[in-house]
């Protein structure tokens, strides 16, 4: 079966870094995606990899390990806005995306 | 205003109630999506849509049926409301096939008693 791992909740301090793993186990691999998810809102969109290495986008950067199902979102300088639900899906090879149960990220002052 | 709009917000109802969760969208995609979302689990695919004419089951299709009535509107039916269908619905769009890149709406929550 396809399955996606991330750890249910996390935190951390306000001004420090956090990384919040993804492991997968899917069908193919067309891309994983990271997304942001505020208490009671709609998920957001953060990023995309399709190939090895890290994307960086401001404070936050994703990296993708396709050898070992692997991916991880990297917050740097947290924020008290960052306090969030972090959701970690990968795109099978029929192109449908497998999402996992997101990890809740507390973020304390 | 939201791109993605769902109605109603929130609904409580009753098992065997026959039930519509709407949404429509102002960003032009062709593509539209019926999730659902409950704790401790990922996002299931319920409906998918590619245009107007084409509907496709998802991975939790059972117990739901959909309607594409323009491109812009997508709704979702549960013909026999049942408890285990309370939860957090998400309507989506995507700008082209085979991305995961999704605009969600912001969420019905629906309760059935």
């Known amino acids: 079966g396809q399955n996606i791992d991330q750890p249910t909740e996390m935190t951390a301090t306000e001004g420090a870094i956090v990384q919040i793993n993804c492991t997968y186990q899917?069908?193919?691999?067309?891309?994983l995606f990271w997304y942001q998810q505020h208490a009671g809102e709609a998920p957001t969109f953060l990023s995309y990899n399709v190939l090895d290495g890290l994307e960086e986008k401001g404070r936050f950067s994703s990296f993708l390990s396709r050898s070992k199902g692997y991916s991880y979102l990297l917050l740097k300088e947290l924020q008290m806005k960052d306090s969030a639900s972090y959701l970690c899906a990968v795109m099978d090879s029929n192109y449908q995306l497998i999402w996992g149960a997101g990890t809740k990220l507390i973020i304390k002052p | 205003d939201a791109d993605v709009t769902q109605t109603p917000r929130n609904r409580i109802t009753k098992t065997g109630k026959r039930i519509m969760l709407e949404c429509s969208q102002t960003k032009g995609h062709d593509r539209m999506y019926w999730y659902r979302q409950d704790p401790g689990l990922g996002l299931r695919l319920i409906y998918y849509s590619f245009d107007v004419k084409d509907i496709n089951k998802g991975e939790i299709s059972d117990g739901y049926s959909v309607s594409r009535q323009a491109q812009a509107k997508f709704s979702l039916s549960l013909e026999s409301a049942i408890p285990n269908q309370t939860a957090l619905y998400f309507c989506?769009?995507?700008?082209?096939?085979?991305?995961?890149?999704?605009?969600f709406g912001e969420g019905s929550r629906l309760t059935v008693l």
């Open positions: 989506a769009t995507s700008v082209r096939q085979n991305t995961g890149e999704l605009f």
């Open positions: 899917t069908s193919g691999f067309n891309g």
